[in-house]
């Protein structure tokens, strides 16, 4: 029996082809979004959409007793208030300011100074880097602010540590004009997890560079000032953009230290807290709200700043400027 030739596959048209490429990437692109939507769904609702009504709020005079529709428009007078009318206002912005322009530096040095000492290689360190990190997987626990409470309360063991030497402590605590540097020394305390960044970017230095530099004649502070600081310069930057936001947005050793009223005389009366003082004690959900924007807004700016700035201190391994 004669086998028939097998026939051609006709060649399927391109507007054909065409639609079932763009049928699958449609069927991507719902799958794609269909996995995003848990965080899509929180964006909206516990970030966006709150953001947008705490704008609104801005603008009224809302108080949590009363329902958001019942609130009166007040226009600009919770932002006039603020800066001409709240000397409260003024006093948090200069003591978190000085908070942030202390504690930050100093919290970078120790984690940059630790993270060299670290950056070796011998028995057991993995163990040193896990204990020098511990601090920071506390964060800004409740339980750890209260601990440092107690140390440096009049009878605590920052006191009873000094006695030793034959010194007398104080209420360290409670004294307003050390209150504050307490709460810097908790912060720069919890130094881990720029350490930790750091120690990453002290392991792409080439040693190299420390060897060539070495036949050279150059000294260790030499070496650490034209070799360590540029080529991690990006790494000092991004620490310092995100230590920087995080020494702004300092609350709750604040909160928990003063019990919440910032005290000693204000001495600890960081912006957070005199914002949540404003919202939740005295109700004036719409001044806090105020607050919360201005804050945004100076937090921002500061950020463009440091980014503006990078490009003249900023180097990255193609030997560029940014």
């Not at 329902?67 to 226009?75: I, K």
């Not at 034959?166 to 130094?191: E, R, S, V, Y």
């Not at 792409?204 to 070495?214: D, F, G, I």
């Amino acid at each position: 029996m004669p086998v028939r030739p097998t026939e051609p596959v006709p060649p399927v048209p391109a507007a054909h082809r065409r639609g079932r490429v763009a049928r699958r990437r449609r069927r991507e692109d719902l799958a794609g979004y269909l996995f995003l939507s848990p965080w899509l769904l929180g964006l909206l609702g516990i970030t966006a959409i709150p953001m947008l009504l705490s704008l609104y709020l801005s603008f009224t005079d809302y108080s949590p007793l009363i329902p958001v529709t019942e609130s009166n428009w007040v226009g600009l007078e919770n932002y006039r208030r603020m800066f001409t009318a709240d000397p409260s206002y003024w006093h948090a912005v200069r003591v978190t300011v000085i908070f942030a322009v202390i504690a930050v530096p100093l919290k970078l040095a120790a984690a940059l100074g630790v993270a060299m000492l670290l950056n070796k290689t011998m028995r057991g360190i993995a163990l040193f880097r896990g204990l020098f990190y511990l601090p920071s997987l506390l964060g800004g626990s409740v339980a750890l602010a209260i601990v440092w409470r107690g140390m440096f309360s009049g009878d605590g063991a920052f006191n009873a540590f000094l006695s030793f030497f034959g010194l007398t402590g104080k209420a360290w605590i409670n004294d307003p004009t050390w209150a504050l540097p307490t709460l810097m020394l908790l912060a720069i305390w919890q130094f881990g997890a720029p350490m930790v960044i750091f120690l990453a970017g002290l392991k792409q230095v080439p040693t190299e560079l420390y060897e060539a530099s070495s036949v050279d004649g150059a000294g260790a502070w030499r070496k650490f000032f034209h070799i360590t600081l540029p080529l991690l310069s990006p790494v000092i930057f991004f620490n310092l953009v995100l230590e920087t936001i995080h020494g702004f947005q300092g609350f709750t050793s604040a909160f928990v230290i003063s019990n919440g009223t910032g005290g000693p005389v204000d001495s600890t009366l960081m912006y957070t807290l005199h914002l949540y003082k404003a919202g939740f004690v005295d109700l004036n959900m719409g001044y806090a709200s105020a607050m919360a924007w201005v804050f945004l807004l100076v937090v921002g700016l500061i950020t463009v700043v440091l980014f503006s700035t990078g490009r003249f201190w900023v180097h990255y391994s193609d030997s560029e400027v940014r």
